[in-house]
Nanobody, 125 residues
Framework: QVQLVESGGGLVQAGDSLRLSCAASGRTFSSYTVGWFRQAPGKERDFVAVISWSGRSTYYADSVKGRFTISRDNAKNTVYLQMNSLKPEDTAVYYC??????????????????WGQGTQVTVSS
């Protein structure tokens, strides 16, 4: 069993940066693909970024490509999402999720087995 806890969200202005963290319990976390998703009020949960277990492969949604960077430190059981040049449309609850089943980089929420509780990111204009 893996438990995920997100942190680092907050209220910022457009153009600012934030770094989200996803801390995991469980010795097998380092072998899992991890993704970040976000959900704005009244909208579906959308894919943001994903990283392979080794950290060598990453993939981003077009809306964040060039602004967000996903990384991981397996020694610390933590995955990060560095968010730069934030825009009001980035406002959402951000969730990290772990895929314990497959090694491919999944972008669909239902492919993930474990989820954190989410952290709110609000970007004012």
């Amino acid at each position: 069993q893996v438990q995920l806890v997100e942190s680092g969200g907050g209220l910022v202005q457009a153009g600012d940066s934030l770094r989200l963290s996803c801390a995991a319990s469980g010795r097998t976390f380092s072998s899992y693909t991890v993704g970040w998703f976000r959900q704005a009020p009244g909208k579906e949960r959308d894919f943001v970024a994903v990283i392979s277990w080794s950290g060598r492969s990453t993939y981003y949604a077009d809306s964040v490509k060039g602004r967000f960077t996903i990384s991981r430190d397996n020694a610390k059981n933590t995955v990060y999402l560095q968010m730069n040049s934030l825009k009001p449309e980035d406002t959402a609850v951000y969730y990290c999720a772990a895929d314990a089943t497959r090694t491919s980089l999944a972008v669909i929420p239902r492919n993930y087995d474990y989820w954190g509780q989410g952290t709110q990111v609000t970007v004012s204009s």
